[in-house]
Each structure stands twice: as C-alpha cells, then as structure tokens.
C-alpha cells in the first residue's frame, strides 16, 4: 500500500470543520482525532478499492546491443488480463548507470488490452545492465491511496566498447593499401608473395620480368609482389589488478580495449587472422577462428561484460593459452601495464619462452604526467616525485623487455591505439610479419 499526495490534502482540509465544531462547543482534540480517523479509514478503503495490478502481465523485446555513450530504448508491452481497469504509474527498475528516467511513466490499462511502453536509456557503463522487474502502483478510486505490485521480468542490454579509435583507421588503411601494391611501386624482397602479373612499363625493375610469362604473351610481362598474408595477430590483454588502475577518464582496460579493436580491424583489412585473448588467472574471453565482416562484431561482444579483476596475472598460464590458440603466431601484442620492476618480476620471467618462437609487441597505458605548479608546495613536489620514480621504473622495465626480445610501447589512452597500428604497418613494411 501507498499514500499520495491527496491524503495530506484532505486531512489539511479538515482543520475547517474542526474549527467550527470546536466553536460550537465540542472538544477540539476529540474532533480532530475523529477528522484523523475518517481520512485513515478512507484511505485505507480506497486502497482496497484498488484495481489488482498482478494481473498484468509483462512482455519484454529481445537483448539488444548499443555502443557505450549512445542513447538506447527499452520496449515493454503491459497487458491487463484482470476485469478492471488498471490506472496509476509503473517504473521500470533499471540499475542507475543505465541511464533509465527515476520519473514513473503513466497508466491507463483497461481490461483484455495492452499497451507498449518506450523506456529512453543512455547507459553510462560497458557490460550487461539490467532490469529484473517492474514496480506498477494502482491507484484507488479516490486517489487517496494504493496498492504498490512488484511483476519479475527480466530484461537486458548489452552495451559495448564505443571504439572511439575509429577514427585513426581510415589513413591508416590508406597506407595500408600503399604496402599492400596499389601504388605504381611493386618491388619483391622479404616479407613478399607473389601478387599478380602486369605489362612491363619503363622505368620497372628488370629483374621482375617473367620471361615464361613473356613467352607466352606478346608483351613483356612483369610479377607484382606484395606483404605476405595470411599471418596470425594474437591479441592478449591483461584483466589482472593492473588493468584496473584509472588513467585519464576510464580504467585501462578500456584502453587495452581500443586498442585491440584497432589493431584487429587494421589486421583484418590486411588479410591476416587475428586472435583474442583476455586473461588473468583465467580466460575471460577469447575470440579466434572469425574472419572478415563478423570479427569486429564478435570481439566488441566478447569484451562487453569482462571487468578488471583484482589478482595478479598467471603469465605461464597466459603464455601457455597464447601456444594453444596458434601453432606459429606472426606477431603477439601484449596489452598490459608492467611499469614497476618488482611486479613485473613474473612477466619478465616467462617472456623469454613467448618471444623465441613470435614477435611480441608489449603496449602499455600510461598517464599523462600534471602539469608543474609555478609555486610548487610540498604536495606537489612530492607528487612530481613519485611521477619520475613511476618513469624511471617504466624505462627500466621497458629495457627489460628489450633485452628478453620484445617491444616496449607505452603511451597514453588516446595515443596509443594509433601508436600500436603504425607499429604493426611498419613490421608489414619491414618484411618482419
């Protein structure tokens, strides 16, 4: 049961006629304890009088999918399988980061009839947001009171990584389809395969003429070449404690996650199969075996509902899940933070094994360093002092992994999705990959 804002109302108005009759000689507590009790007893069978809201029945559309930050809509269908007509309010019970209004939609549900409701959402969190039941209130004849009903019914929305990266991929595609040969340079080395074949045409190399090719023909003709295809891109990003450290306006496995999506989408355009990899002490997620149109698709669904997990990662169990995924891996890219020696111990240990039989490419997120007070105090400087010291941990790491075979790459959110797929066209050119 409930009360609205009615029954304040009506017991104000009483103060009227307990005025009159205490005028006329009555007791003045007696009367409004009798105004009192008629309001309650009013109430109360206006509550009862209430149309049964457990007979409405809830309909829900399907899971749907949105990117984080874009406005989404949930649909609910009510219907009144009870004889009365049902008139009041009704909330869906959104968690808060969904985004969901917190005021109560109106009711009018007559008998044998439904209605479809349009809930406007703008979610402020990735993963599965939900709604486990809906709160309808039926209010009584008078409007004096009602009867509050919880109806179960589960609803979902999935929102993914908005992959704010995009933006980088168009000019690195066009440099992509300049090392791919769609320019009038062709020229064979390592890192090459055979393309296509084309006439001779002054000024190209004479040692790429196909002499049977000629005999053939009545033109000199000419092989083209092109960067091997056809190479695996293992992704792994990191979901230990690290991955949980806030930097900029998010968490670094956001950014990992930008990242990954960048480089896959870059890696696909190119023809080479990517693999992803999400890992602590456990899969959290994996995506391999999707090429083409459905792996952007597949990879931002898988990453949707992974959360940083506080527990340091097992890189022998991780390196062990990387030799499953593919026998001869081209290029590994780790997406992890290990900017601290003593943490990074683990790491460094086990990289050797990955990087005798892969190119591995380690990507770090990092901070961008405050700008310097003109008159410091002893916070500040303290604080620019322990910066340094994370600096100088990160480059001695860094140097590390250098020594063990690997590329260190560490930049912050925005910069380093863009960082990692310049890396991985210039292994392409290189005839590294």
Not at 24 to 43: E, I, K
Not at 166 to 195: C, I, K, M, Y
Not at 301 to 315: G, K, N, R, S
Not at 393 to 418: C, K, N, T, Y
Request: hydrophobic share 45%.
């Amino acid at each position: 049961m409930y009360l609205t804002g009615r029954l304040p109302l009506l017991v104000a108005l009483g103060a009227v006629p307990v005025v009159l009759l205490s005028a006329a000689g009555v007791n003045a507590w007696v009367a409004a304890a009798g105004w009192l009790a008629l309001c309650l007893v009013a109430a109360l069978a206006d509550a009862a009088l209430a149309a049964d809201a457990r007979r409405i029945r809830v309909e829900r559309s399907a899971v749907r999918r949105v990117l984080l930050g874009e406005p989404a809509t949930a649909d609910l269908r009510l219907r009144n399988d009870g004889g009365r007509t049902v008139r009041g309010r009704f909330r869906d019970a959104w968690q808060p980061t969904a985004g969901a209004p917190g005021a109560r939609i109106p009711l009018a549900l007559p008998p044998g009839e439904s209605r479809t409701f349009t809930v406007p959402l703008l979610p402020r969190r990735r993963g599965e947001l939900t709604s486990r039941f809906v709160v309808v209130r039926s209010d009584g004849p008078l409007r004096l009171a009602g009867r509050q009903t919880r109806i179960d019914s589960l609803g979902a929305i999935r929102v993914l990584p908005p992959f704010t990266s995009r933006r980088h991929l168009p000019s690195r595609l066009a440099r992509l389809r300049e090392l791919d040969g769609n320019t009038s340079v062709q020229v064979r080395g390592q890192g090459t395969e055979f393309d296509s074949l084309r006439e001779y045409v002054r000024g190209d190399d004479v040692r790429s003429i196909d002499w049977r090719a000629t005999a053939r023909s009545t033109t000199t003709m000419l092989r083209t070449w092109r960067p091997e295809r056809d190479r695996h891109v293992v992704i792994v990003i990191d979901t230990g404690r690290t991955s949980a450290a806030r930097v900029g306006d998010g968490v670094r496995l956001d950014a990992a996650m930008e990242a990954a999506l960048l480089l896959a989408a870059l890696a696909s355009r190119a023809g080479d199969h990517t693999h992803l990899l999400m890992f602590d002490r456990r899969v959290r997620a994996r995506v391999t075996r999707v090429d083409g149109p459905g792996l952007l698709p597949a990879l931002v669904d898988a990453m949707a509902p992974v959360e940083p997990q506080l527990i340091d990662t097992d890189w022998d169990a991780a390196f062990a899940e990387i030799r499953r995924l593919t026998s001869r891996p081209s290029l590994v890219v780790l997406l992890t933070a290990q900017d601290s020696a003593g943490a990074a111990r683990g790491f460094l240990g086990s990289l050797p094994a990955l990087t005798g039989r892969a190119q591995v490419l380690v990507g770090a997120v990092t901070d961008d360093p405050e700008p310097r007070e003109e008159r410091p105090d002893a916070a500040s400087v303290y604080r620019e002092a322990a910066e340094q010291k994370t600096q100088r941990d990160a480059r001695a790491v860094a140097a590390a992994m250098a020594r063990a075979g690997a590329e260190a790459i560490a930049d912050s959110p925005e910069a380093l999705p863009p960082r990692i797929a310049d890396r991985y066209l210039a292994l392409k050119a290189a005839g590294r990959l």
